[in-house]
C-alpha cells in the first residue's frame, strides 16, 4: 500500500472519529467578518491600536503549516487575500477546542476568533480565542509541489497549482485585470456589450474547422462557434452602432503553446470608423491596459522588454516579406517560385492552389517571429481576407491589420465588407475550396447576405486574443499557463 493512500485512510479515521464526538467535518455556519488583507491594511492605518483583546478579528482559511510545541502552536492559514500566523495556545482556547485542534491536518480549513500580537521576532500574528473547524481535508496537500518540472501534472491539477503557488494565482488574477480594463476602456467610449450565440447553424468569422454538435429538439447539427463575427455585424445592421464581446470561441484544430481549441476573443466593431482607427484604438487601448494592470507601458517578456509607450510600427506584408523575410519583391506574384522558396526553407505548405495562402505561410514562418516590439501588418490579399473591404487603390488587397507582439499574432481588424453582392461572390469562392477539401474554409451564410442587404454603415472590426494577450503581460511562454483548464489528452494510469 503507498504512502499516500495510507494517509488517506488516517484521515478518514479522524473524520469518522469527529462524527462520533457530534462534531461535523463540514460545518456551513460560519460567519467570517474579516480577511487578511482587511487585518494588514488595519494594521498599516493604526500600528499602535490594538492589544491581544481589541480590535477583535473573524477569520477563516487553509491551513498550510502547523508547528506545534506542546500546549501550543503556530499555524500560517491563508484566504483569498493572504497569508497570516496565528497563535494556538491550550489556555486560550480551552482544552475541548485544543483537542480538536491537535486532530486538524495541513490542508485543512478552520475558522479563527482574536486579537492581534507582535511576536518576539517581530511578527504580527492572531492571537486566537475561538477556533473552529470549517472544512477537513481528505488528502494531503504536496510537499513540493511548486517544484514539479512536468507542467502537465501542474495543468491536470490546478486546483492544487493554485494552493501551492502563488505567483500562479497572481497570473490568473492579473488575466482578470486584463478583461477587466479592456471592458472599462471600450464601455467608457460608449460601446455595448452583448452576448451573441456559441452554437450556430452556420459557422463563420474565420477560416476554421469547427466542432458539430447536434441538438435533439431541433433535429439539426449545430457548430461552436468560431468567431462571433458575423452575429456581431448583424447587431450593426441593427443599429447598434458600437458593440463588444469577450466570450469563447471553439476551432478544432492542434494544441500548442499559442493554441488551445476553446480560446477567449474580444471582438468590437465600430460604425462609421475605418480600420486605421481601429490601430489608433488598440495602440491605445493597450496601453490603458498595461497601465491598469502592470503600471508601466515597459512590459517584460521572456527576457525582452515591449514598450508599449513608443510608437508602433506599421509596415505592408509585401515589404515585411521583403524586409524582415528577405523575400525579393519580384517573387510575390510568382506561386511556383514561392512554392519552391518555401520547401527550400522547410515550410510545409497545404492550400497551395492560393497565392494569398502561400504568401501568408512564407510570412508566418519567416517574418512573425522576428516581431518583437508592437507592429501593424498591412496590406493582406482578398483571397485570404473573405470578410475585409477591398482597397479602393489597390483592389487584389484589402483594409486590413493584424497585429504583432514578441512574434505572436495578437490582433486581426479590417474595413468590414458591406456589399452584399461582393460578400455572396466571395462566399461562393469559399464554397468551392470547401467542396476541393479544404475544411476550414467560409461555408456560405444565406442569412447573413441577406443581413447585409438591409444596409451596414460603414463599419471596421477587430478580434483580439484574450489568451494571447494574457501570456504577455505575465509573461507566460504557453498558452497553458493563462488558461486555468488546459484542453489535455486523458492522463495514463499512475500518471496522476
Known sequence: MDKKSEIIKKREKKIADLKGKNINPFPNDFVVSHTVRDIKQAIIDAPDSFTEDDPVFV???????????????????????????????????????????????????????????????????????????????????????????????????????????????????????????????????????????????????????????????????????????????????????????INRSFRNEGVSSRHNPEFTMLEFYQAYARYEDLMDITEEMFRYVALEVTGSTLIPYQGDTIDMGAEWRRMTLASALEEIGGIDAGLLNNRDKLLELAASNGIKVTKTGRLGKIITKLFDVLVEPKLLQPTFIIGYPVEVSPLSRRNETEPDLTDRFELFIAGHEIANGFSELNDPADQKERFLQQAAEREAGDKAAHYMDKDYIEALEYGMPPTAGEGIGIDRLAMLFTDAASIREVILFPHMKPAERGER
Open 59 to 245: 477569520v477563516a482559511g487553509r491551513m498550510m503549516a502547523i508547528n506545534r510545541f506542546g500546549k501550543a502552536s503556530f499555524i500560517r492559514f491563508r484566504d483569498r487575500t493572504g497569508q497570516l500566523q496565528a497563535y494556538v495556545r491550550r489556555d486560550k482556547i480551552g482544552d475541548e477546542a485544543f483537542i480538536l485542534f491537535k486532530q486538524l491536518d495541513i490542508g485543512d480549513f478552520v475558522g479563527l476568533s482574536g486579537g492581534m500580537f507582535k511576536t518576539r521576532t517581530g511578527e504580527w500574528t492572531l492571537l486566537v480565542k475561538e477556533l473552529k473547524l470549517v472544512c477537513k481535508s481528505m488528502r494531503p496537500l504536496p510537499e513540493k509541489f511548486h517544484g514539479l518540472k512536468d507542467p502537465e501534472k501542474r495543468y491536470r491539477r490546478r486546483y492544487i497549482d493554485l494552493i501551492m503557488n502563488s505567483d500562479v494565482r497572481d497570473v490568473f488574477i492579473k488575466r482578470s485585470g486584463i478583461i477587466q480594463a479592456i471592458r472599462t476602456f471600450l464601455l467608457d467610449r460608449d460601446f455595448l456589450e452583448v452576448e451573441t450565440p456559441m452554437m450556430q447553424p452556420v459557422p463563420g468569422g474565420a477560416e476554421a474547422t469547427p466542432f458539430v454538435t447536434h441538438h435533439n429538439a431541433l433535429g439539426m447539427d449545430l457548430f461552436l462557434r468560431i468567431a462571433p463575427e458575423l452575429y456581431l455585424k448583424r447587431l450593426v445592421i441593427g443599429g447598434f452602432e458600437r458593440v463588444f464581446e
